[in-house]
């Protein structure tokens, strides 16, 4: 409600601030889930994280972990965020997501594409 001639513009996946920011919040408490997930979705697929940086996609990354889909978080995180890209910290790592969803499948695929060998071996590690 607050007239646009007040409202700031953000950054990519907030750059309308208020609209975005209430749709991340209000899918955290169970409302408009699957507009959250497709708004910034499609954002964090869009954006190119080595120009723009990697919010969009840590963002995305985070609302699904937010809302329990783990295996999803781990699916973005592994496709989303290019190797040695230095993140915002926002998301958790690979490993850490790896670690709340109790499979290390998906780290041991990335890092061993990726040729992270010290990746691969703490997702092995952990594995058993």
Known sequence: RLNRQFQFAGEEPFVDVYPASGLFFAAQL??????????????AKTIDAEQQGTAAAETFVVLLM?????????????DLLPPGTRTTGFAPSLLELSRQAG???????????RGDLIGFTAGLLSDN
């Open 66 to 78: 937010r809302l329990g889909r783990l295996p999803e978080a781990l699916a973005a995180a592994a």
């Open 30 to 43: 169970g409302e408009r889930v699957e507009e959250a997930v497709a708004f910034f979705g499609e954002r």
């Open 103 to 113: 499979d290390y499948t998906r780290l041991m695929q990335a890092s061993q594409t």
